[in-house]
């Protein structure tokens, strides 16, 4: 199995980027995609996710600025970042989870994913 980040790098505060992840080697549709992020020197924490049905929920400080989609025909979710603030830098991980049904953000932790990507570098700059 393999998650493989990409679309991170360098934006102006104001900015926008949009990460994607492509899953292989596992049934993408039976499960729900995760985004997670690790500022430097902090814990990772839960961003975004969005189930097999499509529900989907955010942390409260990305709410109308990130949304999240996917698209089971090409194995891939998506993390569309708007307004982008220097405290949403980070490295970001998509994961995976076995549980199909969006269970609430504080149902997401690093020890609950069946699989995880290697990340990929957000920067904003002031």
């Known amino acids: 199995v393999q998650l493989v980040e990409s679309g991170g790098g360098l934006v102006q505060a104001g900015g926008s980027l949009r990460l994607s992840c492509v899953a292989s080697g596992l049934t993408f549709e039976s499960y729900t995609m995760v985004w997670f992020r690790q500022a430097p020197g902090k814990e990772r924490e839960f961003v975004a996710a969005?189930?097999?049905?499509?529900?989907?929920g955010y942390k409260n400080s990305v709410k109308n600025r990130f949304t999240i989609s996917r698209d089971n025909a090409k194995n891939t979710v998506y993390l569309q970042m708007d307004s982008l603030k220097p405290e949403d830098t980070a490295v970001y991980y998509c994961a995976a989870d076995e549980k199909p049904t969006y269970r609430g953000s504080s149902a997401y932790n690093s020890y609950g994913m069946k699989y995880w990507g290697k990340g990929a570098l957000v920067t904003v700059s002031s």
């Open positions: 969005i189930s097999v049905s499509g529900g989907f």
